[in-house]
T-cell receptor, first 115, second 111 residues
Framework: KAGVTQTPRYLIKTRGQQVTLSCSPI?????VSWYQQTPGQGLQFLFE???????NKGNFPGRFSGRQFSNSRSEMNVSTLELGDSALYLC??????????????FGEGSRLTVL | GQQVMQIPQYQHVQEGEDFTTYCNSS?????IQWYKQRPGGHPVFLIQ?????EVKKQKRLTFQFGEAKKNSSLHITATQTTDVGTYFC???????????FGQGTTLQVKP
């Protein structure tokens, strides 16, 4: 069974640019969550999608957005990049329909560096 | 908002010593999960505890969920170099269900 796949794995952008990250969940998983991981802030919840609907959103500015497609693949977009957006962005999928009740399967992450 | 706190932030031990990390939530949790992230890796699920006072063991790892379901601990007996990494606890927000992670405890093991 293939794991969670995130692309790209590494990317470098400059301030003001925008970026799109992709996540393919484990087959059969309909819930996809996104987390931002930085050394100082740990794992911060961005948003969660289930069956193409955003079910939960974290405390991030509107520059951070996401979506989920009918095949459960998800993308997140960050516009007008700032230096502080440099982080590891982790995607996690889950089989459980109710959020917070089941195991999260994380991808390897997309490491974004903003210069 | 709901917070999940972990202590200590860092722990250095000699191989063979025991290690414990503690997790405290500001509210009662329906369940608590533990994850391990190796250096340069991604978080990997270890276990989920659901019942008040529950204790579960995985080889040298012992997980405990407090009676009030507001705290949890992970104890590793006789650490090995393979135990190196950051251990996170996580609990669902009582209103939204989103999983809130603690800051993590980074374990270093000296051979």
């Amino acid at each position: 069974k293939a794991g969670v796949t995130q692309t790209p794995r590494y990317l470098i952008k400059t301030r003001g640019q925008q970026v799109t990250l992709s996540c393919s969940p484990i087959s059969g998983h309909r819930s996809v969550s996104w987390y931002q991981q930085t050394p100082g802030q740990g794992l911060q919840f961005l948003f969660e999608y289930f069956s193409e609907t955003q079910r939960n959103k974290g405390n991030f500015p509107g520059r951070f957005s996401g979506r989920q497609f009918s095949n459960s693949r998800s993308e997140m977009n960050v516009s007008t990049l700032e230096l502080g957006d440099s982080a590891l962005y982790l995607c996690a999928s889950s089989f459980d329909a109710q959020m917070g009740t089941g195991e999260l399967f994380f991808g390897e992450g997309s490491r974004l560096t903003v210069l | 908002g709901q917070q999940v706190m972990q202590i200590p932030q860092y722990q250095h031990v000699q191989e063979g010593e025991d290690f414990t990390t503690y997790c405290n939530s500001s509210t009662t949790l329906s369940n608590i999960q533990w994850y391990k992230q190796r250096p340069g890796g991604h978080p990997v699920f270890l276990i989920q505890l659901v019942k008040s006072g529950e204790v579960k063991k995985q080889k040298r790892l012992t997980f405990q969920f407090g009676e009030a379901k507001k705290n949890s601990s992970l104890h590793i007996t006789a650490t090995q170099t393979t135990d190196v990494g950051t251990y996170f606890c996580a609990g669902p927000d009582s209103n939204t269900g989103k999983l809130i992670f603690g800051q993590g405890t980074t374990l270093q093991v000296k051979p």
